[in-house]
């Protein structure tokens, strides 16, 4: 695995693979890798010749300073798993590399589903994504890139952004995976304490609640019943929890068996760390 740490570096690598007629898979993370992102470094190198890595984890994106002070560094260990993975490239460029000028954020309108939900709740992040996304597509110009459903609603931002400026890209979705009592497997997981691990496991029961009942029920009455699995919990507080169009986010209504499919979003605190889960759900 090679380790890169400038855009000049990486430019000049790159261009010289692709003149080799080598196609490029690009996984973007902030680093304190677990399973799910060693997935996506599986598929990339399964549909590409060179996966790209990189480790970043972005300051635009953190509307909240001690949210980002708190972020697990896992250097070490990260270059370890990626090693066994075989990764062709690990790129790790300094906040000073990326935003020589100091940080910027995104101008340009992405519609109401960078508003909802995690824009709502966490002023200006999408800006601060869509603004190192489009960076790192701009620096490394892969063939495709690869993305975890986990961060469902920030999926289809990218979605969005990959249609509008970079249509010769291809986006790979690749599913939530989970443990082996259906927690979602997350960087954020590692500040939570062995009894908040153990009850954190309700959210996902929430969720799979709701898509064991579709059609059976409203949309409301999924939604109370949802909660109530996750409230019985002392140390969880839900911050959000809807049920939503697959495409614009929009919170549906009425009898579930009118939706032929739906994506379930909650965001819950676990004592004092935030995570977010989804499910799609469908007849």
Not at 198 to 205: H, I, Q
Not at 266 to 277: K, N, P, Q, S
């Amino acid at each position: 695995m090679i380790v890169i740490k400038t855009t000049k570096e990486l430019q000049n690598y790159l261009n010289g693979q692709k003149r080799d007629g080598k196609t490029i898979g690009f996984v973007p993370t902030m680093g304190a890798l677990h399973e799910g992102h060693l997935s996506l470094i599986k598929k990339s190198m399964a549909e590409t010749d060179i996966t790209v890595c990189s480790i970043f984890v972005n300051p635009t994106q953190f509307n909240n300073i001690s949210d980002l002070e708190k972020y697990p560094i896992k250097s070490a260990e990260d270059f370890k798993l990626l090693a066994q993975q075989n990764c062709t490239v690990l790129f790790m460029p300094s906040v000073l590399e990326m935003y020589p000028n100091g940080p910027i954020k995104n101008k340009e309108d992405y519609g109401n589903i960078t508003k909802v939900f995690e824009g709502e709740k966490r002023p200006g992040h999408f800006d601060g994504v869509i603004t190192v996304v489009s960076l790192f597509l701009e620096i490394i110009k892969p063939n495709k890139t690869f993305f975890g459903q986990k961060d469902y609603q920030q999926c289809l931002v990218v979605k969005n952004l990959i249609s509008k400026k970079f249509p010769e890209i291809s986006l790979f979705i690749e599913p939530t995976l989970r443990n082996e009592n259906g927690l979602a497997l997350s960087s954020r997981n590692a500040h939570l304490l062995k009894n908040e691990l153990t009850e954190a496991e309700a959210v996902s029961k929430a969720l799979f609640s709701i898509k064991l009942n579709w059609g059976l029920n409203t949309i409301e009455q999924l939604v109370e019943n949802a909660r109530n699995i996750i409230n019985e919990k002392k140390s969880l507080k839900i911050e959000y929890l809807n049920i939503c169009n697959l495409n614009d986010l929009s919170v549906l209504s009425g009898n579930s068996s009118s939706y032929n499919e739906a994506v379930v979003l909650t965001a819950v605190f676990c004592g004092e760390v935030r995570l977010i889960d989804n499910l799609i759900v469908y007849k």
